[in-house]
Nanobody
C-alpha cells in the first residue's frame, strides 16, 4: 500500500509561483508519477508526468513552459514547480502514480491540495 500526501497549495495572485510536493510512504513510487487537477464543475485532467529516472517528462499543453515536474527517488518525492500562474490554473491538484506513460492506469491517488489563483 502506498500513501501519497500533497503539500504546497495555497492562494496566490496571477503571475506568482507555487511549488507542490508529493511524498510517498509505504512503498516507492511506480515507474510513472504525475499530477492531475480538477477545477470546480470540470473533469479531472492530466497536468504533468515523469518517469522513474526523471529523464522523460510530459505536460499538458496548457501548462507547457510554465510548470516543471521533477522527482527525488532518494526522498520518495515528486514536485511540481508552477510559475506564471493564471486564474485558470485554479483547481485541486492531485498526485498520482501509474504503470503507464499516459497515466491511464493510475494505481494510487493523493488526497489533493487546493491551488487558487486570483486575478
Amino acid at each position: 500500500q502506498v500513501q501519497l500526501v500533497e503539500s504546497g497549495g495555497g492562494l496566490v495572485q496571477a503571475g506568482a509561483s507555487l511549488r507542490l510536493s508529493c511524498a510517498a510512504s509505504g512503498r516507492t513510487f511506480s515507474i510513472y508519477a504525475g499530477w492531475f487537477r480538477q477545477a470546480p464543475g470540470k473533469e479531472r485532467e492530466f497536468v504533468a508526468r515523469i518517469n522513474w529516472s526523471g529523464g522523460s517528462t510530459d505536460y499538458a499543453d496548457s501548462v507547457k513552459g510554465r510548470f516543471t515536474i521533477s522527482r527525488d527517488n532518494a526522498k520518495n518525492t515528486v514536485n511540481l514547480q508552477m510559475n506564471s500562474l493564471k486564474p485558470e490554473d485554479t483547481a485541486v491538484y492531485y498526485c498520482a502514480t501509474s504503470t503507464d506513460a499516459l497515466m491511464r492506469r493510475v494505481v494510487y491517488w493523493g488526497q489533493g491540495t487546493q491551488v487558487t489563483v486570483s486575478s
